[in-house]
């Protein structure tokens, strides 16, 4: 398969690293409308989103990810792509995906992560390093988990959210959409849509 990476910051970086360690892929180059760089890792700036369709056509493009950790950048490119080439997951061989989790497109998976029985994973999901997600979990779509975020069984965690750095979540609550969890927060209650909860126990930032 021949990828094209979209973005040429640090997460770009990152999934590069990991597209060489875990899959058979030739990367093709990155796209980022704002880089000051021409190549990453050696490989080609290849232009802006603008010129998708004739980078396609040239490069004989097949897959692409979308290495951009702002949520809203990042899905609205990933739909808008995915009508012309097909979303890549990648994988880590250093993580724990149980054969009884289901796992949506365009996932993107770090070392160290344990994804336990019975977890269902969305479209466009970043789970990164050491994260810890129990049985029965559910996981919606466009969301980040950052590393060290521990969460306990039967949690449901709604689109758009993102879990800030070593935060946990307690068994069985509901994360509503769009909801941002600090870092180190402890949840223990259901959130409520379009907030920021922060500290231990967790509460809405004022």
Do not use: C, W
Request: charged share 20%; hydrophobic share 40%; no cysteine.
């Amino acid at each position: 398969m021949n990828v094209i990476i979209f973005g040429g910051g640090g997460q770009a970086k990152e999934t590069i690293d990991l597209i060489e360690e875990n899959l058979d892929a030739n990367i093709l180059g990155f796209i980022d409308n704002n880089t000051q760089e021409d190549k990453i890792f050696g490989y080609n700036y290849l232009g802006q989103d603008k010129d998708l369709n004739l980078i396609i056509k040239s490069h004989k493009a097949t897959h692409f990810y979308v290495a951009i950790g702002d949520l809203n950048t990042r899905s609205r490119l990933y739909l808008l792509v995915k009508e012309k080439l097909k979303p890549l997951s990648i994988i880590s061989k250093n993580a724990v995906v149980s054969k009884h989790s289901k796992l949506g497109e365009h996932v993107l998976i770090y070392p160290g992560v344990v994804v336990n029985a019975d977890v269902s994973i969305g479209n466009d999901v970043l789970i990164n390093t050491n994260a810890s997600i129990s049985h029965e979990v559910k996981i919606g779509n466009h969301i980040n988990i950052s590393p060290g975020v521990q969460i306990a069984g039967k949690v449901q965690i709604g689109d758009f959210s993102i879990v800030g750095l070593g935060a946990s979540i307690k068994e069985k609550v509901k994360i509503a959409q769009n909801s941002f969890i600090g870092a180190g927060a402890v949840v223990t209650n259901d959130t409520q849509p379009n907030n920021t909860y922060i500290g231990i126990p967790a509460k809405v930032m004022q």
